[in-house]
């Protein structure tokens, strides 16, 4: 089922989300239902508190579907970067509950991260270029952390003016 994406500014996307403390098919759905979100946005990562969910859940995808690369849907509880390269990459960012504002953000080139599979098995992989990226975009979303605190105060600023007139204008819609 497809959930409603929240748009910033929103107080539950400021939240620390606590851990999963055990899958139950409940969580099993929840992530079915991010990953049906987020492919239908479309988009390639989206974290549980973006659908109201203060839990650390995050699901990602960032095969290139136009690159005929196969999916490769990723579901991650109580994920955690558990190292980081020194090397550092350039991205310009975007974010499904920041719609249509891009920037560029630096963060680790290279990261290993650990998390718990949906069968709640320990796994850790290290991730590059726009998979180790879009991981640690994901993964601060638990921590409350949107890609536009890493941009200077009047950038941002500026684009949560912008977020809060496009609410105003869906809510008048009725959207
Ligand atoms: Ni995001």
Redesign the pocket.
């Known amino acids: 089922m497809k959930r409603n994406i929240l748009i910033h500014p929103d107080p539950r996307l400021k939240k620390v989300c606590d851990p999963v403390p055990d899958l139950s098919d409940e969580l099993r759905v929840l992530a079915d239902d991010m990953l049906e979100t987020m492919y239908d946005a479309p988009g390639i990562?989206l974290?549980a508190p973006?659908i109201g969910v203060l839990s650390r859940l995050i699901v990602l995808d960032c095969a290139k579907s136009d690159n005929d690369e196969e999916a490769r849907p990723l579901v991650m509880f109580n994920p955690q970067v558990v190292a980081s390269s020194d090397e550092r990459n350039v991205y310009e960012e975007g974010?499904?509950?920041?719609p249509e504002q891009y920037a560029e953000v630096e963060r680790p080139k290279v990261v290993d991260v650990e998390w718990l599979d949906t069968d709640g098995v320990l796994q850790k992989e290290t991730f590059d270029g726009l998979w180790a990226t879009c991981v640690q975009?994901?993964i601060d979303?638990l921590d409350g952390k949107?890609?536009i605190d890493y941009l200077k105060p009047l950038r941002r600023q500026m684009i949560t003016r912008k977020m809060v007139k496009l609410k105003k204008e869906r809510a008048r819609e009725g959207s």
């Open positions: 990562g974290a973006q974010c499904l509950s920041i975009h994901e979303h949107l890609f």
